[in-house]
């Protein structure tokens, strides 16, 4: 077996009924995908190759055998794994500790969503090179983070600026770095994110609560929610402009402070208008993102939205995101003008995002090396309070340490 070069290789301990499809699919990806039978031939093969990136190892078949490869992955270096269970079995794992490089990837699962987990594991160690991933990752335990997740809302009067674009592959962005995120598309007018995702039929909550009505069980949001191949949860309000009645504002409110019982990040996109419904989602929200493009109608919109935020008493809770930001824009011109400081920057990604968007899949998967999916990883980890690992790589910082996990 020797190595492909340039083919990052993924060392694969499946049942042989699973193994000849994910080692297809592995292949097709680009990856050098390395099956072994057992823990033993994966210690010999760990031995002899330095050049695996990640080991995906059935936990069900053989739990002892599958322990002692786990053991095996996380010598040194430590290589994450991707365990395949039943989720029954995740159910059980939830409390243990695992390494933090770990996923799991529950069954039945498709071709499609195992090679995009190695993506995002491999994006993931890539961007944390040289860091333990520990120190990125459990450092927010002791702030908020271990309670409950925390609610972005994407907010922009103006139309067009990006809200949905930014809602959207941000959100991918954050299930990239393996946290749990529920997208809910609150746009009941031109909301799109179901389609965005290439996802047909999804329910949406004026389904479920219609359907509350006629007897029907009582669901949370999480509950409701859909699951993209990616792990992502998308949830729209509804899929038409019309008979929105039972969408009562407070409801939908307290529908999403229950779902950070269930994911670290809930973000919302939002109709560009003050309607009661988003009134209800600033006052909730802990952060209220304006995507802003660099030109005097949006900027004017952001100036209304800011007096607007102070009367509201919501104002210490926005931010701008940069969208389709040139490299020269002044960041420092842009804050005095509107009055808010900026959180993160997009660059204009071109047919790419129109591709994205017609394919049905998020930057993160379609195009995981583009600077533009870097900027939304880095952004997730902004919004995940980590010093962003692109930002951190490119100012070079990492000769001098490790980059430092900030508390949210
Ligand atoms: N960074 C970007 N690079 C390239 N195209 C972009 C970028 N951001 C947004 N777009 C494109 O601009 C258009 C508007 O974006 P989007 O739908 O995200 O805006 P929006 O603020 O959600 O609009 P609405 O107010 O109608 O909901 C879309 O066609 C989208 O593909
Ligand atoms: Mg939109």
């Known amino acids: 077996m020797s190595p492909m070069p340039g083919r990052p290789a993924v060392a694969v301990l499946l049942p042989a009924a699973e193994r000849t499809h994910v080692v297809d699919e ?4 680009g990856y050098d995908p390395l099956a072994v039978a057992d823990s033993k031939e994966l210690g010999e093969l760990l031995a002899t190759r330095q050049d695996i990136v990640v080991g995906v190892v059935d936990v069900e078949g053989h739990p002892d055998d599958a322990s002692r490869s786990w ?12 365990l395949v269970v039943n989720p029954a079995t995740l159910e059980r794992l939830d ?15 498709t071709a499609e969503s195992i090679r995009w987990r190695v993506e995002a594991m491999v994006i993931r160690s890539t961007a944390a090179a040289d860091v333990s991933g520990t120190e990125l990752v459990t450092d927010f335990e002791g702030g908020d983070w271990g309670r409950r997740g925390q609610v972005v809302a994407v907010f922009n009067p103006k139309g067009g600026v990006g809200k949905t674009t930014i809602a959207v592959n941000l959100a991918a962005a954050l299930v990239a770095r393996g946290k749990r995120v529920l997208v809910v598309d609150a746009d009941t007018v031109t909301g799109h994110i179901p389609t965005s995702l290439g996802m047909d039929g999804v329910p949406t909550v004026v389904d479920h609560w219609r359907d509350e009505l006629d007897g029907g069980p009582v669901l949370s949001f999480d509950e409701q929610a859909s699951a993209h191949a990616s792990g992502l949860k998308v949830l729209p309000l ?3 402009p019309i008979h929105t009645e039972v969408l009562d504002p407070q409801r939908v409110a307290q529908g999403l402070i229950q779902a950070r019982r269930a994911a670290d990040i809930v973000i919302v996109d939002l109709h560009p208008s003050y309607s009661p419904l988003n009134r209800a989602v600033f006052d909730m929200a802990d952060r209220i993102m304006v995507p802003v493009t660099p030109d005097l109608a949006a900027i004017r919109a952001v100036v209304k939205l800011v007096e607007v935020a102070d009367e509201l008493g919501v104002r210490d809770r926005l931010s701008l995101i940069v969208n389709r930001a040139a490299s020269g824009v002044a960041v420092a011109d842009l804050e005095r003008t509107v009055g808010l400081p900026v959180f993160g920057q997009v660059r204009s990604g071109g047919m790419l995002v129109v591709r994205a968007l017609n394919e049905g899949r998020p930057l993160v998967e379609l195009a995981p090396r583009e600077k533009i999916t870097q900027e939304f990883l880095a952004l997730a980890d902004s919004v995940m309070g980590v010093e962003p690992a692109a930002e951190t790589a490119r100012a070079g910082l990492r000769l001098f340490g490790r980059p430092i996990a900030v508390r949210a």
């Open 238 to 240: 509804s899929s038409s």
């Open 95 to 109: 409390d243990e500790a695992g390494h933090e490089t770990d996923e799991y990837l529950t069954r039945p699962y």
């Open 26 to 29: 592995l292949r097709k990806a």
């Open 71 to 82: 053991e095996l992955l996380h010598g040194t270096p430590v290589v994450p794994a991707l």
